[in-house]
């Protein structure tokens, strides 16, 4: 018979051995989080391919200065040195650069300053490669948007809402509109909400050749003013006031309009035939005299594509698109050479699929066909036939590069797990595939074009090694039906000891607005790591895409049309409800947080869900939708007017009455995008409501809250431990 004393104390020395490896693997801790670049992973940084698709340039530095390079695909080598800065006058750092149709030319942008979330202004000089020359763009004020024309004897730029022209041939330089003013005229730029809800803000394009100029003019007169007020060191504070057009008011009035270079004239184009519209893009088409401009109505349930003529602006319609709910806008017209026609992505038949027209509009071909969407287009390969894509075809939380050749046959272009993306030479020649999971760190590896790996470009395991060395949880996708018969795809990241006899507080993350996803076999970054710090101090982490959500086709992206939040609420209350029948959750203590989109969402859990949830925090949320740009909002909900209780019964502003939790609302005082307006209106309903709850106010914060989380994340984490 075995020794009882001799057995417990093996078991105390095994307990205890087990013990002292647990304690040897270092916690996270928000330090190396927030604090430092510890856990950034990065992906491909600003790779461009060069025109003989055999080399792509680089902007390096050194000891000694800032260099462009052109490396060699196949070997990783530099071949040349395309710009030094130590040979030239310039003493800024470069902070981009472009090059002219022939690379000899290239627009250095030097000393930008941030204007909102895409827009900036610099100071631009042009180098010539062959004299070394190196002369300034304009000396009468920080541009906008230099970029040269085709035959590199031009440059146009925006200064101070007008468009202007310099001839690099005699150096000077002249107006081509001088009507421009702030918060009345834009010329050749975009107005905000233009800006962040169709992501663009260059307001002018050359033509294939060079001789005319096609660009935006804004007339945003009659758009109402929106005051940003920045608490500086000074005894008053700083005031800006910008035109922003919230749901239901006055949009700008916008025109497109062309200039010729030759002729010196400008014609307006002829696709006006609303006083309320949208012209989210306009492209030129392979013939230098025909211009494309995309137009929408109000609603965005109807868009148009026009072929303009540059030289008189008369105009046609050639294509049509009418959905029974709206229409997002994408980058992915491709125009065939000759005339033949262009490709176009369209959920006509239920998915996001890839279809080619002939130029009077007419289908010639579904490329891409499947229940599964297509999520980017990186390009026609016109010499072989061939279209390169990414598309979620295995599951909306994994996507692959893929590519369709001129007979119809589909064929995987990446080979690797989760989620993948790819960035191709001119000529697909050679292709960049960048690749992560959830549980790993991206990785960028160098195909040629029959798929032979040349080599392993980024591999981020400095990032691996120290997250090797933490004590981490895998993400574990999983699925649940809910009571309306709704599958949903989530994760869950549980505590790194996790013992299924015990109970947990969870916190569901979210996103949850129109065509997102948070469920993703995907690095998530920074937010992945600090779950991971939330798990080891003892809570599981939730993340479940509601309906409404991408990547699954019209039917379930837009069921949320007219009732924005409706059904993403009534789907992440499911989530808790689920959570809670789990032998290993504590159904009293479970908590969400969100960002945006994501902390609109937490509210209205924290109201419309207050039985289910204990404590939430929204960061930047929207309370109002009344308060919310027009583009955005109006694409959902239609506006106020149109649609009323689509908005009162949706905004958490109407049902404070119902907190019963802890609810923590962070706002950024000069966030641009939400404004701070919709925290305040929510303090304000709660107060009126005699309800308690937290608040905190990042002064001259914009809608990212960037340069101060460390703090906010200590703050968020501290809340989740006193209150949940």
Same mark, same amino acid.
């Given at each position: ?55 792509? +340039?680089?902007?390096?530095?050194? &000891? $000694? !200065? ?7 695909? =196949? @070997? %990783? ?55 070394? +020359?190196?002369?300034?763009?304009? &000396? $009468? !004020? ?7 024309? =085709? @035959? %590199? ?572």
């Amino acid at each position: 018979m075995k020794n009882p004393k001799a057995i417990q104390l093996l078991l105390f020395v095994q307990l205890l051995s087990i013990n002292l490896l647990h304690a040897q693997q270092p916690r996270l801790a928000l330090e190396d989080i927030w604090g430092s670049r510890k856990f950034v992973a990065f992906g491909l940084m600003d790779v461009r391919s060069m025109k003989d698709g055999l080399h792509y +340039s680089e902007l390096i530095a050194d &000891e $000694k !200065g800032q260099y462009i390079v052109s490396v060699s695909y =196949a @070997s %990783g080598k530099t071949i040349d040195t395309l710009f030094k800065s130590n040979t030239t006058n310039l003493k800024e750092e470069v902070e981009g650069y472009e090059f002219s149709d022939d690379e000899n030319l290239i627009v250095l942008s030097t000393e930008s300053e941030a204007i909102y979330r895409h827009s900036t202004k610099a100071n631009h000089h042009i180098y010539n490669r062959k004299t070394g +020359s190196l002369v300034p763009v304009s &000396e $009468k !004020g920080k541009q906008q948007y230099a970029t040269l024309d =085709a @035959s %590199g004897r031009n440059v146009a730029f925006v200064r101070d809402n007008n468009l202007y022209l310099k001839s690099l041939t005699n150096g000077t330089e002249k107006p081509v509109t001088t009507d421009g003013s702030r918060n009345n005229i834009i010329n050749g730029a975009t107005d905000w909400v233009y800006e962040e809800e169709f992501s663009f803000d260059q307001g002018y394009q050359w033509s294939p050749n060079g001789r005319y100029l096609a660009y935006y003019r804004f007339d945003e007169s009659e758009v109402r003013q929106f005051n940003l007020t920045y608490y500086t060191s000074g005894s008053y504070p700083k005031e800006e006031l910008y035109k922003y057009p919230k749901a239901g008011e006055a949009n700008s009035k916008v025109e497109i309009r062309i200039y010729d270079l030759e002729s010196g004239k400008t014609v307006t184009a002829d696709v006006n035939k609303e006083a309320d519209q949208y012209i989210p893009r306009i492209k030129w088409t392979t013939v230098d005299s025909k211009l494309c401009v995309m137009r929408m109505n109000r609603l965005q349930n109807l868009l148009e594509l026009y072929e303009v003529n540059a030289s008189s602006g008369v105009s046609k319609v050639f294509f049509k698109e009418e959905n029974r709910a709206y229409i997002e806008v994408n980058d992915h017209l491709a125009f065939l050479s000759n005339g033949q026609g262009f490709l176009w992505l369209s959920t006509r038949d239920g998915f996001n699929h890839l279809f080619r027209f002939d130029m009077n509009g007419n289908m010639q071909k579904q490329l891409t066909k499947g229940n599964w969407d297509v999520t980017d287009f990186y390009g026609y390969d016109a010499a072989k036939g061939d279209l390169y894509f990414q598309a979620a075809v295995k599951s909306p939380m994994e996507k692959g590069v893929f590519k369709v050749d001129k007979a119809g046959k589909m064929t995987p272009v990446s080979t690797e797990k989760g989620t993948c993306s790819a960035m191709f030479s001119e000529g697909f020649k050679f292709r960049f595939i960048t690749s992560s999971t959830a549980n790993s760190v991206p990785v960028v590896k160098l195909y040629d074009a029959k798929g032979k790996l040349i080599r392993i470009e980024k591999d981020n395991k400095e990032v691996a090694d120290a997250l090797a060395k933490a004590k981490l949880s895998p993400t574990e996708f999983f699925q649940f039906t809910t009571s309306e018969n709704i599958q949903l795809n989530g994760w869950m990241i549980k505590p790194p000891d996790f013992d299924a006899n015990k109970k947990y507080p969870v916190i569901q993350y979210m996103y949850g607005g129109p065509g997102s996803q948070t469920v993703k076999d995907e690095w998530l970054g920074l937010n992945w790591i600090w779950f991971q710090l939330l798990a080891q101090k003892g809570y599981i982490v939730v993340s479940v895409d509601n309906r409404g959500t991408g990547a699954r086709g019209e039917a379930f992206n837009k069921c949320i049309y007219k009732q924005l939040g409706h059904l993403e609420t009534i789907d992440q209350m499911e989530v808790a409800k689920w959570l809670g029948k789990q032998s290993y959750v504590d159904a009293t203590r479970i908590g969400a947080w969100g960002w945006s989109y994501g902390g609109y969402m937490t509210s209205l859990l924290i109201t419309k869900g207050a039985d289910l949830f204990k404590t939430c925090i929204a960061v930047a949320p929207v309370t109002n939708w009344k308060y919310y740009d027009s583009i955005y909002t109006e694409r959902y909900l239609q506006t106020p007017q149109q649609n009323p209780d689509g908005y009162e019964k949706n905004s958490p502003v109407n049902f404070a009455d119902k907190l019963k939790g802890n609810y923590l609302i962070i706002h950024g005082t000069t966030d641009d995008n939400v404004h701070m307006q919709n925290a305040m209106e929510m303090v304000d309903a709660l107060v009126k409501n005699k309800k308690q709850f937290d608040s905190f106010f990042y002064p001259n914060k914009a809608h990212g809250i960037s340069g101060v989380r460390l703090h906010l994340y200590k703050m968020m984490t501290d809340y989740y431990l006193e209150n949940l």
